[in-house]
Nanobody, 124 residues
Framework: QVQLVESGGGLVQAGGSLRLTCAAS????????MAWFRQAPGKEREFVAV????????YYADSVKGRFTISRDTAKNTVYLQMNSLKPEDTAVYYC?????????????????WGQGTQVTVSS
């Protein structure tokens, strides 16, 4: 069983930045792929970004491409989401997720493990 704990959320003005952190309870070397998702009030959960074990492959939703960067530190069992140029529409609960195999569809939400989420609020 893998436990994922997100942190780093908060309130920020539009145009600002935040860095989210996802700490895994187990060695992430055993987890091939990690991703970030988000869910805004009244909306379905949506894919944000995904990264493979080595960090050599990443994939982003069009809505965050060029503004968000996903990265990982395997030695620290941690994945990050650097969010720049934040917009009010980025307001959501952000979730970290993990699965053992890189998905054929990078934006799939079929993950084995999920964190509890961290709130990000962007004011206009």
């Amino acid at each position: 069983q893998v436990q994922l704990v997100e942190s780093g959320g908060g309130l920020v003005q539009a145009g600002g930045s935040l860095r989210l952190t996802c700490a895994a309870s187990a060695r992430t070397s055993s987890i091939y792929t990690m991703a970030w998702f988000r869910q805004a009030p009244g909306k379905e959960r949506e894919f944000v970004a995904v990264i493979n074990w080595s960090g050599s492959s990443t994939y982003y939703a069009d809505s965050v491409k060029g503004r968000f960067t996903i990265s990982r530190d395997t030695a620290k069992n941690t994945v990050y989401l650097q969010m720049n140029s934040l917009k009010p529409e980025d307001t959501a609960v952000y979730y970290c997720a993990a699965r053992r195999i890189w998905p054929r569809e990078p934006s799939t939400d079929e993950y084995d493990y999920w964190g509890q989420g961290t709130q990000v609020t962007v004011s206009s």
